[in-house]
């Protein structure tokens, strides 16, 4: 694979296309790579200690190496 953690990328692909953002995660053997801020979905968590509130999380999920390509 081409990417790995750590460099800038521009999203090719997809509702983010032309974003640039920096690689959080890569994962080689699957071909998918985590970057900043791009594919994020809302993920609901439950409370974690009585008398906390639940809250609505967003977080980066993997997206396809394909779709990316590094900035020089």
Known sequence: MHIKKGD???????????KTGKVLEAFP???????????TVKRHQKPRQEGQKGQ???RPMPM???????KK
């Open 29 to 39: 053997k699957e071909g998918k790579v985590v970057v900043e801020g791009i594919n």
């Open 56 to 58: 609505v999380v967003e």
């Open 8 to 18: 800038t990328v521009t999203i090719l692909t997809g509702d983010d296309k032309g």
């Open 64 to 70: 396809d190496a394909s779709n990316v390509v590094a």
